[in-house]
């Protein structure tokens, strides 16, 4: 009974400290597992307990509107409707419609429609295999923006409360969702006057603010020949206001036959993109959407390859910088990280600053 009583106390104990912390003075801290992933939120402010509770609350929210796996969701229900429109919401109609904006600007890299190719790799489920070409082929021809259709605007200024999607075709936010849940943070710091808060989403970064001592929030970015040693980097960055997200091909993979398969897809062959790059991060001000904006684009870099990236990045169609990191040990930064960029030593990179 006793032992029983002593086990209850420290389980009490480690949950305590496990979901819900704040010392007299310090930040609310908490540790949230949703989306498949896990996120850590420090929280600074005479608010922030509330700010945090209204956070977790919106993560959750989130999830279950965009989880592919929860058979609930708007998501999966408009997955499931086999052609019907189904009423999901103006939040998940102007998602769709953000989601095809990054599409055409990156000309089809980022597609939220590849989900029916995510699961035949087994990365939905977590039973890994190599399709046939034959299905993959067939399972691209549903692949595309044009096979998703918005309706039933109440007023000309209102949005968009429907969807359908047709027969074969399917959703998945996973390229979008953490990265739209970070904007959603930054509203509710916004309403709850927070100054300063460190928040990170399964690789998507909010810096909010400064550190309460004023210096730059100092945000790591992950060894990807280490990706399971937490303090294994190429490098930190120094932030103050502004999302930093990456997207690693050491995040989720298998290997069969010797060959390693990654969970990021290229839409032009259905296979995971193979181009030398083993991570990307993107990083831009702590403006609205830019969350969103950073994660479809930490995807859609990916797949393009280091070249067409730096071409992209050239071209202004979006405001962010980025970090590169292939798999020869070259770790490209834009001209307007330089400053902040920090480089580890002794991991056997080579780095370059380019404009
Ligand atoms: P992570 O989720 O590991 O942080 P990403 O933001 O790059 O990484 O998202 C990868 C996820 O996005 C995949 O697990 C899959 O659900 C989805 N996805 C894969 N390829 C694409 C693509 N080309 N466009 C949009 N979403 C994709
Ligand atoms: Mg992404």
New binding site residues.
């Given amino acids: 009974m006793k032992r029983i009583a002593a086990l209850f106390l420290a389980l009490g104990m480690v949950l305590a400290a496990g979901c819900a912390k704040k010392d007299q003075d310090g930040p609310e801290q908490r540790e949230v597992y949703a989306m498949d992933t896990a996120m850590v939120l420090t929280i600074y402010g005479e608010d922030a307990l509330r700010a945090a509770n209204a956070a977790e609350e919106e993560i959750y929210r989130l999830d279950s509107l965009l989880s592919r796996t929860n058979e609930a969701s708007k998501v999966s229900l408009l997955n499931n409707a086999e052609g019907k429109m189904v009423p999901v919401g103006v939040a998940l109609c102007d998602l769709i419609q953000t989601a095809a904006t990054y599409t055409e600007l990156t000309d089809g ?4 429609t ?1 989900a029916p190719v ?1 699961s035949a790799w087994g ?1 939905t489920t977590d039973h890994y295999q190599v399709p046939e070409q034959e299905e993959l082929e067939e399972l691209l021809t549903h692949v595309g923006m044009e096979h998703v259709q918005l309706s039933g605007k109440s007023s000309a200024s209102a949005g968009y409360e429907n969807a359908s999607l047709d027969p074969g075709t399917q959703i ?1 936010m ?2 979008i969702a ?1 990265g739209y849940a970070s904007d959603r943070l930054s509203v509710i710091f916004q309403e709850h006057q927070i100054p300063q808060a460190l928040i990170s989403l ?3 970064v909010l810096a909010w603010g400064s550190k309460p001592n004023g210096s730059a929030w100092r945000v790591g970015i992950q060894d990807p020949n280490a990706p399971s040693d937490p303090n294994a980097y190429v490098g930190i960055l120094q932030l103050t206001d502004a999302f930093a997200v990456t ?1 690693g091909s050491y ?2 993979f298998f290997e069969q036959d010797g060959v390693t398969y990654h ?5 032009s062959t259905g296979y995971p993109a193979q181009n030398g790059l083993v991570s990307v991060t993107v990083v831009a001000d702590a403006a609205q959407g830019n969350g969103t904006m950073c ?1 479809a684009l ?3 870099l ?2 393009m390859g280091r070249e067409k990236a730096l071409d992209f990045w050239r071209s202004g169609a979006c405001d962010f910088e980025m970090i590169l990191v292939d798999e020869d040990g070259l770790v490209t930064v834009t001209a307007g990280l330089e400053d902040c960029f920090q480089a580890a030593e002794g991991g056997g990179y080579t780095y370059e600053v380019v404009s």
């Fill in positions: 890299a980022f597609d939220i590849i995510v990365f998945d996973g390229g953490k399964g690789g998507n997207s995040e989720r969970h990021i897809i290229d839409p994660d930490s995807t859609a990916f797949v």
